[in-house]
């Protein structure tokens, strides 16, 4: 039964995660977003291309829907598995950023899932995003990367759901939450292996860095 409901949470938000933002919008913009510039449907490409307008629909919507896998499953499974309700919420966001970056319909081609990512925080973990934040705004502030906030934000989430696991605040019995950890960690682990590339060209000095002068 419990196999079960961690299968039908991470279904869930797989399928609320293949509402790629980004792509929607493009097409209604009639252009392909991801032939534009790095090729990736997230909120930064499209912030870049087709401006700020743009970018912030598609950064609430890929957020939003991370939020609704989540709320559906904290619906479905408040009752019946109140003692891991927050490991299968979990698994919800994991399904929510796996639809994102491997939409079935695009050829697995979607995202990096960092707004999916800011989602999670905000219904599974929001005493999280503060630091998460404050991170994200003085890593790109100070060194003008995205890439470089973005893994930060992954990296403090994991470590930050670790610390507050331990201390009790996630309600869950002490034998889910090894799982809890794996699977936060997972989700860290391919958040920075997505930005391989961005990686790559912040060591050879030719990542693309954040600007102000983008289309309206």
């Not at 479905?76 to 299968?88: H, I, T, Y």
């Not at 610390?163 to 869950?172: A, D, P, S, T």
């Given at each position: ?10 279904v869930?938000g797989?399928f609320c995660g ?5 792509y ?5 913009q009639?252009?392909d977003i ?5 090729g ?10 087709l ?19 989540i ?8 009752k019946?598995g ?6 299968l919420e ?8 796996l ?6 319909y695009?050829k697995?081609k979607?995202g ?11 219904a599974?973990?929001p005493?999280e ?9 003085l890593?790109?502030a100070i060194t ?7 893994i930060?934000?992954?990296?403090s ?10 201390m ?5 019995s002490?034998g889910y939450?090894p799982?809890?950890y ?9 958040a920075?292996?997505r930005?391989?590339s961005?990686?790559?060209r912040?060591?050879h000095?030719?990542?693309n ?5 983008h289309?309206s």
């Amino acid at each position: 039964m419990e196999i079960l409901q961690r299968v039908l949470a991470l279904v869930i938000g797989y399928f609320c995660g293949c509402f790629v933002t980004g792509y929607f919008y493009g097409k209604l913009q009639k252009v392909d977003i991801r032939t534009m510039g790095s090729g990736n449907a997230g909120t930064t490409n499209t912030l870049r291309n087709l401006g700020w307008k743009a970018g912030a629909v598609t950064f609430l919507g890929d957020c939003f829907k991370c939020v609704l896998a989540i709320c559906l499953v904290r619906v479905l499974f408040r009752k019946d598995g109140a003692d891991m309700l927050k490991l299968l919420e979990l698994y919800a966001g994991f399904g929510a950023i796996l639809g994102h970056n491997f939409p079935f319909y695009l050829k697995f081609k979607g995202g990096k899932g960092i707004a999916c990512t800011a989602g999670l925080l905000v219904a599974f973990c929001p005493f999280e995003i503060p630091v998460c934040l404050a991170l994200f705004v003085l890593a790109v502030a100070i060194t003008r990367y995205v890439s470089v906030g973005s893994i930060l934000v992954v990296l403090s989430f994991l470590l930050q759901t670790v610390i507050f696991g331990q201390m009790g605040w996630f309600h869950v019995s002490e034998g889910y939450l090894p799982e809890l950890y794996i699977l936060s960690a997972v989700i860290t682990g391919m958040a920075i292996w997505r930005h391989k590339s961005n990686i790559g060209r912040l060591m050879h000095g030719t990542e693309n860095k954040f600007s102000m002068k983008h289309k309206s």
